[in-house]
């Protein structure tokens, strides 16, 4: 059989790259059968790191079943994984979040969740030796997902086992860390393509707080004017996303990687309270900056108050 490996909905880099460096670990090291999927359209960012270092889309996929076996990566949260997911047969997790419950297993598993900025650094340490022989591709798609979700160091989840191994790949590959990031943030930065809808859904995921639940969206850009010179109309499709997806309300956080800040917009009262009573600032406007917030899990999600 061959193992299913699969991160979050809406993948990100870490998690489209994270399951091709895994299924390339299982094939090519442990002698098993894998092959990675993703559960949406990468985002431009990971389409970009597709093409840098030759791979080809994962396929997509919209459910497992009871005869599949998965790997999870990149999340533990039911909410951001296929519906039928407890019907599969998962043997492990590899992930960088904290723990939400809720998945059942059909016996034991392996599972490894640390508090490092990226997927893909766990995965390095987990493969011990074999991590020497790892080929160009997978080494530039582990460091993809280092920048990528540590923002080139900038974010507060960024450790420095994290920026260790980005440095060491970097090295191997006779790659300028700084110009690479700078090519794989401009990819991210650029939405003109996408709708409304498509951009609030593109990086986000689900969270309850209480009894409220939300679609916390995320766009991370060295060019936030593209973003911000459309907020009329993403305001305005905030409600219907939010009322298609089952959540009470969207957030939406536009973060200015190079500024090192969020701008988070502000469409009704429920988002001016929850700004308020989670940041700490006084919302006047329909938008409110909230210097150096830059990490979803670790300056958003846990900061939350309805």
Not at 6 to 15: I, Q, R, V, W
Not at 165 to 194: G, H, Q, R, T
Not at 231 to 252: C, K, P, R
Request: aromatic letters at 6%; one cysteine or more; hydrophobic letters at 45%.
């Amino acid at each position: 059989m061959t193992i299913k490996i699969l991160g979050h909905k809406a993948p990100d880099t870490d998690s489209t790259g994270s399951p091709l460096i895994w299924a390339w670990y299982l094939n090519e090291v442990k002698g098993r059968a894998a092959t990675p999927v993703v559960l949406g359209t990468p985002n431009t960012e990971a389409a970009f790191m597709l093409k840098k270092w030759g791979f080809e889309q994962p396929e997509i996929i919209g459910d497992v079943s009871a005869e599949d076996e998965v790997v999870i990566v990149d999340t533990n949260n039911p909410a951001e994984l296929p519906a039928s997911i407890n019907a599969a047969n998962v043997t492990a997790i590899i992930d960088h979040h904290k723990l939400v419950g809720g998945l059942e297993t059909r016996g034991p598993i392996d599972i490894t969740i640390r508090p490092l900025a990226c997927t893909a650094t766990i995965m390095f340490d987990l493969m011990g030796e074999a991590a020497a022989k790892m080929p160009d591709n997978i080494k530039g798609a582990m460091l993809s997902c280092i920048l990528s979700d540590t923002l080139e160091f900038r974010s507060p989840t960024t450790t420095d086992v994290d920026r260790a191994l980005a440095e060491k790949l970097a090295a191997e590959l006779n790659i300028d860390l700084a110009a690479y990031a700078s090519e794989m943030f401009e990819a991210k930065s650029d939405v003109s393509a996408f709708s409304d809808a498509e951009l609030l859904r593109m990086d986000s995921k689900e969270y309850t707080v209480g009894e409220t639940k939300f679609r916390v969206s995320v766009l991370e850009t060295t060019a936030p004017k593209i973003v911000l010179d459309r907020q009329a109309s993403i305001m305005a499709s905030m409600t219907a996303v939010a009322t298609e997806d089952g959540v009470d309300q969207v957030l939406l956080f536009v973060v200015d990687i190079l500024n090192e800040e969020a701008t988070m917009f502000i469409p009704n009262a429920l988002t001016k309270s929850v700004a308020e009573k989670s940041f700490g600032v006084t919302v006047e406007g329909d938008k409110v900056v909230l210097p150096g917030v830059m990490s979803r899990k670790k300056q958003i999600i846990p900061f939350l108050a309805v």
